[in-house]
């Protein structure tokens, strides 16, 4: 069947270099985003989230910022293995006072070369 | 294992054919949706469960079913197949649906279902 990452932007990077992979969020209002990571044929892992009220957390080797301003989220991922091939996604919630939706990003596929 | 398990991974049905793409989870989540996912068109949302006998559209749910009668299991149903319905399903599960909940909102994907309508 085909790939869901195809269509999507590529970022390839050397194996042990660190990797950027940006996302513009769509709504002001956003208060919780969270990125993830989808491997050929599994479903989207939970990677590292992060609150409004922060603009960096660190987590395992990866490291989200926030820029609020410019509605902008970005994940390093430092050291980058070949397991991190992966297409990634950021998400957000929009709804100050509805239900737990989460927005999808259409994804960056990371191809890491060894 | 904490886990969201969908059957079967893999279908290839006609045309009008009524099927069940069945989604269990076992932590206990309140909170149970599906997404398609397309090429270029990311993850859209299709239905969703804040809780038991509590459903709701999501952003795409025409075509789309589902039930909620106990909290671990939250079937699709798709009562007249298209072709359009050729995708990538995840079933998806969450704490809590209630923003302001102060626990994880995170969600825990299924492995995926293709789905392919001729």
């Known amino acids: 069947g085909e790939s869901v990452g195809l269509h999507l932007p590529t970022l390839s990077v050397q194996e042990g270099d660190n990797s950027i992979i940006n996302c513009a969020y769509s709504?002001?209002?956003?208060?919780?985003f969270i990125w993830y990571k989808q491997e050929s044929g599994k479903g989207p892992q939970f990677i590292i989230d992060?609150?409004?009220?922060?603009d960096k957390r660190q987590g395992q080797r990866v490291t989200v910022l926030l820029n609020k301003t410019v509605k902008h989220l970005s994940l390093q991922i430092a050291a980058t293995q070949p397991g991190d091939s992966a297409v990634y996604f950021c998400?957000?919630?929009?709804?100050?006072?509805?239900?737990?939706?989460?927005?999808f990003g259409t994804g960056t596929l990371l191809a890491v070369q060894p | 294992e904490a886990q969201v398990t969908q059957n079967p991974r893999y279908l290839i049905t006609v045309t009008g054919k009524k099927l069940t793409v069945t989604c269990s989870q076992n932590?206990?989540?309140?909170?149970m949706s599906w997404y398609r996912q397309d090429p270029g068109l990311g993850l859209r949302q299709i239905y969703y469960s804040m809780n038991v006998e509590v459903t709701d559209k999501g952003d795409v749910p025409e075509g789309y079913k589902v039930s909620r009668k106990e909290k671990r299991n939250f079937p699709l149903i798709l009562e007249s197949p298209s072709p359009n319905q050729t995708s990538l399903y995840f079933c998806?599960?969450?704490?809590?649906?209630?923003?302001?909940?102060?626990?994880?909102?995170?969600?825990?994907f299924g492995s995926g279902t293709r789905l392919t309508v001729v």
């Open positions: 992060i609150r409004s009220n922060m």
């Open positions: 932590m206990n989540h309140e909170y």
């Open positions: 998806a599960s969450s704490l809590s649906g209630r923003v302001g909940d102060s626990r994880v909102y995170g969600y825990t």
């Open positions: 709504n002001s209002a956003s208060d919780y």
């Open positions: 998400a957000e919630s929009p709804y100050g006072g509805a239900t737990n939706k989460l927005i």
